[in-house]
């Protein structure tokens, strides 16, 4: 028995460790853990949050950044920020979306409907290069499962049993709030910045946040962190925008195969009862 | 692949059917009257989980199918769609991708239980055989599947492995340039892999139907590994082994659905959320945890040519494993030195699978370069040599003397002394 368990330990670390070790090192820069509303098995969006969150992404992120995947209907989506479907409405109208061709065979704008997606700032990507002296803004659909951290070993294991997969978020939320004076030594060009978290430390954003650059209007301060922590969790929602869902349906998936397995347990028990 | 059966069906339809096709004869016999010893352990019910991960898998694939675009502009865009516009797409994409996690952590247990109890022994070659071309196809299926979502890993990964054959003698690069269909990876690579992918599961689906033919021909092995001698050593499948296997799979699905539901993306990369980019390399490219082993061999041998030899010889030895272990006992617990080197061997190949995970630099190249010498040792050397060398314990009678109570004598203190018992 001792032997088996000794499998079952190792086998679990091989299959598992693995993963986690594959991403690690290089920067070795610690990027602390924050406290997230979605975190865990009942883990859920903060309306409120989400609704900042998309505040700070349109007046800051969204002047350079897109975020082709997301539409304006998923705004009043349930599991989301929890908009209605006429503030949703009312948030697509503040766009211009190109459309066309009419029937002369032109292109015209008209302003954004539920169903369009969120529209990019620059026409394409040569666009945005040139706008930032050759470098790239990400699309920022599913930034927030396109970035993680490093946990190694033995954290790495244990992360499978408490479900940490907020990796993305916790990146972004330091990225955002990593911006420091270049240390001596370090030489920036004009277009460079220095992050304690962005891997090699050089990067093309300028700090996107500035205490009280974006108006909040329900007494949440107005902090650089805060903005992080809100546009963080928005993020988030963006990538995964059936989260709640999924751990909802997972707790019952997981209560249900709970009492299946007990019971096969004891059917398994009862018919081999009478081989003993 | 039927055991004994005496079934007849009662219904006058089946009765008409079982006339002209005795179907219902053929799946009694091999699913419910079939024999199996009555010591197997729950080492034993990996093949049932497999075969339920196999099916798991066809199924969310093919719903996938229905909602992905295999072209380099839309499929990272597809798989997206389905995360979000499809109905419980999500739900479907993760169980497609961690399944395929689960189904090689099944296998893995399934190869090794097959090591440890020496379940590749005469008269089981041809049935070890199948298992090995199995997990070949299984790889093929999963690197391929792995490229579909066309994300950062996906593009690279591909490029990596189909790179591997150009370093195939005179023939190489026109292999290469074959299985991209182009000068790199690109569309048609993808589109090529997509229909690989659709086809290699049922070409699974065919193997295991000969692996389990095969099973049931020379019958199950067992931990003891004494074969089957009286009807007094088995137990029939339904309802013994069904039940048992049901608990098994059941508990499986815990662990897959904890995955599925709660930490969907451990498993994969973050990079494979960035859309596929040839003009940029990622600072590493690794491939799914259930490659990193081969692929630490693979790089830990300094020439390309003799890294692919030995990446593919890593599998191919396991061929002929049947041949390379002189020993006749078949279970380690009869064998007390192959035992050890069993789990020296479940070691080497984590090491291996840890240092896959590492870049190729320093240390872990020369640590990648001894585990890897001492897989090919294990197989090559030491497990010939064993049989000659090793003496092992005694062998019990039957499966089932030390299990059941013989008529009139005394049984006292066996049951403690077998723990498969419990089983």
Known sequence: MAMRKIILVVFAASALGGVSLAMAEEHETHIARQPWSFAGP??????????????????VCSTCHSMKLA???????????????????????????????????????????????????????????????????????VIAKARGIEAGLPRGLFDIVTQYQEGGPDYIFALLTGYDPAPTGENLTETQYWNNVYPGH????????????????????????????????FLMWVAEPHLEARKRIGFQAIIFLLVFAALAYFTKKKVWADLH | MAGHSDFEPKNPVLKWIERRLPIFNFMHGSFVSYPVPRNLNYWWTFGAILSVMLVAQIITGIVLVMHYTPTSAEAFNSVEHIMRDVN?????????????????????????????????????????????????????????????????MSFWAATVITNLFSAIPLVGKSVTLFLWGGYSVDQPTLQRFFALHYLLPFMIVGVVILHVWALHHVGQGNPMGIEVKSDRDTIPFTPYATVKDNFALVCFMILFAWFVFYIPNYMGHPDNYIPANPLQTPPHIVPEWYFLPF????????????????????????????WLDTSKVRSARFRPL???????????CIGLGYLGSKPAEGAYVIVARILTAYYFFHFLVILPAL??????RLLPTSISEPMLPRKGSASVGIGARSPDRRG
């Open chain 1, 202 to 233: 050089k990067i093309a954003m300028s700090p996107p946040l500035l205490d009280g650059r974006v108006d909040y209007t329900d007494g949440t301060p107005a902090t650089v962190e805060q903005y992080a922590r809100d546009v963080s969790a």
């Open chain 1, 42 to 59: 009942f883990g859920a969006f903060d309306r409120a949050q989400l609704q900042r969150g998309y505040r700070v992404y349109k007046e």
């Open chain 1, 71 to 141: 539409a304006f209907r998923n705004l009043a989506q349930s599991g989301g920020p929890g908009f209605t479907e006429a503030q949703a409405r009312s948030i697509a109208a503040e766009f211009k979306i190109t459309d066309g061709p009419n029937d002369k065979g032109e292109m015209f704008e008209r302003s954004g409907r539920l169903s369009d997606y969120f529209p990019s700032p620059d026409a394409n990507e040569n666009a945005a290069r040139a706008r930032f002296n050759g470098a790239l803004p990400p699309d920022l659909s």
């Open chain 2, 387 to 392: 049989g000659y060398f090793e003496t092992p």
């Open chain 2, 295 to 322: 692929y630490a061999i693979l790089r830990a041998i300094p020439n390309k040519l003799m890294g692919v030899l030995a990446l593919f010889g890593s599998i191919g030895v396991l061929a002929f494993l049947p």
């Open chain 2, 88 to 152: 419980f797409g999500w739900l479907l994409r993760y169980l497609h991708a961690n399944g395929g996690s689960m189904f090689f952590l099944a296998v893995y247990i399934h190869i090794f239980r097959g090591l440890y109890y020496g379940s590749y022994k005469e008269p089981r070659e041809i049935l070890w055989i199948l298992g090995v071309i199995i997990f070949v196809l299984m790889m093929a299926t999963a690197f391929m599947g792995y490229v579909l979502p066309w994300g950062q």
């Open chain 2, 338 to 348: 192959y035992k050890q080197f069993f789990w020296v061997l479940l070691v080497v």
